[in-house]
């Protein structure tokens, strides 16, 4: 007896569930997003975020914090993600690379691939996976695989990141 009531009372939610969602309301926003959506110049975007995204991998090669820092939005939150490590405020995030930056003797990250997925007219997914050559001033030597997840938002100083993940796997030492 339990069970058939259980199922009732699931069949029941589940009904009622489908049920509100074909009736649910069409509203301005939600018509305005599918059309923006629809209207995206996905192949704009697309060419617009992977420029900044070279400039970005330049300033990166060149370890210029002042350079880098500018590919990350002062007016939206950023938030970011290194190594498992979270980064809930742009300073906290600047103030890691910059101390990451200044222990590196040199770095070369070669973009292996870029792929950007358009999400509005004014924001977009970027995916790259990346080799990273870096000697450390300690003398360490170490190469990498590198991949980032971003967000990137355009506003009034152009395309930049509101969202940063990346990680890394070291690749075996060379004999």
Known sequence: MKKIVLVVV??????????????EPRNAEKDSFMKS???????GIVKEVTD????????INQKDIAAWEKY??????VSAVAGGVFF?????????????FSMRDSQQLKVREVK??????????LTSQNRVDMQL?????????????????KGKSGWQIIHSHESWVNEPARK
């Open 37 to 43: 959506s629809a209207d995206l110049d996905k192949t």
């Open 52 to 59: 900044r995204f070279t400039q970005l991998v330049a300033a």
């Open 10 to 23: 699931l069949l029941t939610t589940f009904f009622c569930g489908i049920s509100a969602i074909a009736e």
């Open 116 to 125: 950007v997925f358009p999400l509005a007219p004014d924001t977009a997914l």
């Open 88 to 100: 809930a405020t742009r300073s906290d995030w600047v103030q890691a690379i910059t101390s990451n």
């Open 137 to 153: 001033k300690n003398g360490q030597a170490t190469i990498s695989t590198h991949v980032y997840t971003m967000i990137w938002k």
């Open 72 to 77: 990350y939005s002062k007016n939206e939150f």
